[in-house]
């Protein structure tokens, strides 16, 4: 027996993306983020230094600094709110970092994880620059001293390569 499909008009709305939600950094004069970095890496040492800046002078609050070294009793919190800077060591550094290519950079929130990430120094520096020029003023001070990254944007800067692929024995080779 033949089965009968009634098609019934639909009404499309056209609405707006969602806003992100504000990022809470502060808890009054208490930092809720721990900026987390490689643990064996120099050049990510001055951009930790010049991020925990940047946040103290936009919040009146300094952040503690750690690395990412693993003992054999680490374990994570999936659930804490820290800022990755850098190529850590982390799940969340390492799905963001499959999607990048060298020259790219990534100003991104995954979960409680604000991660600001490249393969390359340079790179890196340009996306803690980002992070200065576009995402630093939109921290707000609500009245009660606690401060919010009001309508964060995931951010993935595209560097310019030129050539698009590059075979080896008629085989693509990838990033």
């Known amino acids: 027996m033949p089965t009968t499909i009634e098609a019934t008009e639909a009404t499309v709305l056209e609405t707006e993306p969602p806003k992100p939600e504000p ?9 809720l983020y721990t900026i987390v970095r490689p643990d ?12 925990t800046e940047m946040l103290k002078s936009a919040t009146g609050v300094d ?15 999936p659930e ?19 999607d990048l ?11 409680h994880k604000i991660i600001i990430t ?12 980002y992070f200065r020029d576009n995402i630093i003023p939109l921290i707000a001070k609500g009245d009660d001293g606690s401060c919010v990254i009001e309508a964060f944007a995931d951010e993935i800067y595209r560097g310019k390569y030129n050539v698009e692929s590059v ?9």
Do not use: C, H
Not at 118 to 129: E, G, P
């Open 101 to 111: 290519k060298y020259f790219d950079y990534a100003v991104v929130v995954r979960g």
């Open 63 to 77: 952040f503690k600094n750690t690395t990412d070294f693993i003992g054999w009793n680490t374990v994570r919190d």
């Open 118 to 129: 490249a393969y390359t120094d340079s790179s890196l520096k340009k996306a803690v620059n």
């Open 23 to 31: 990022i809470k950094l502060t808890d009054g004069n208490k930092p």
């Open 167 to 175: 075979t080896l024995d008629g085989n693509p080779l990838q990033n």
């Open 80 to 98: 804490a709110y820290e800022i990755l800077l850098g190529f850590t060591n982390y799940d969340e550094t390492a799905e963001v970092m499959k």
């Open 40 to 51: 064996e890496s120099d050049g990510v040492f001055e951009l930790t230094k010049k991020l």
